[in-house]
C-alpha cells in the first residue's frame, strides 16, 4: 500500500528540539519533491520546509528558515525535518506531503500523497 507515515513528534518544552521523519512506503522519494507542513487549530496550514530529493536543494519558509533543516537518507525514503529552539507558537500537527518533479510551487501544497500527521507540542 502506497503512502506516507510521519513520526517523531512530541512535547517537548521551549528551546527544546524534536526530529520529524517522513518514511515512504510503497514507493521510493526519487525524483519526488517532499514537503513538511503544518496546521494549528484556527490557524490557516503552513509550509515549512521542502526538498527536491533528486539533486537535495532545499527550500524553506520564512518563520522557520535557521530553525528547522530538512533532509533525506541516501537510501531516499525517508525524510527528516529538524527542528530546533521550539516556541510554543510551533505546536501545530505537522505533515508531510509529496508530489513527483520539481519543488517550484511547494509552498501551496504537495498533492499525491499525504501522510496523517504528527502532533508537536511546546510548552512555554
Known amino acids: 500500500q502506497v503512502r506516507l507515515v510521519e513520526s517523531g513528534g512530541g512535547s517537548v518544552q521551549a528551546g527544546g528540539s524534536l526530529r520529524l521523519s517522513c518514511g515512504a512506503h510503497?514507493?521510493?522519494?526519487?525524483?519526488?519533491?517532499v514537503g513538511w507542513f503544518r496546521q494549528a487549530p484556527g490557524k490557516e496550514r503552513e509550509g515549512l520546509a521542502a526538498?527536491?530529493?533528486?539533486?537535495?536543494?532545499?527550500y524553506y519558509g520564512k518563520s522557520v528558515k535557521g530553525r528547522f533543516t530538512i533532509s533525506q537518507d541516501n537510501d531516499m525514503n525517508t525524510v527528516f525535518l529538524q527542528m530546533n529552539n521550539l516556541q510554543p507558537e510551533d505546536t501545530a500537527t505537522y505533515y508531510c506531503?509529496?508530489?513527483?518533479?520539481?519543488?517550484?510551487?511547494?509552498?501551496?501544497?504537495?498533492?499525491?500523497?499525504r501522510g496523517q500527521g504528527t502532533q508537536v507540542t511546546v510548552s512555554s
Open positions: 526538498i527536491y530529493t533528486a539533486d537535495g536543494t532545499t
Open positions: 510503497g514507493f521510493n522519494f526519487r525524483w519526488y519533491c
Open positions: 506531503e509529496t508530489e513527483w518533479g520539481s519543488c517550484s510551487e511547494w509552498y501551496n501544497g504537495l498533492s499525491l500523497y
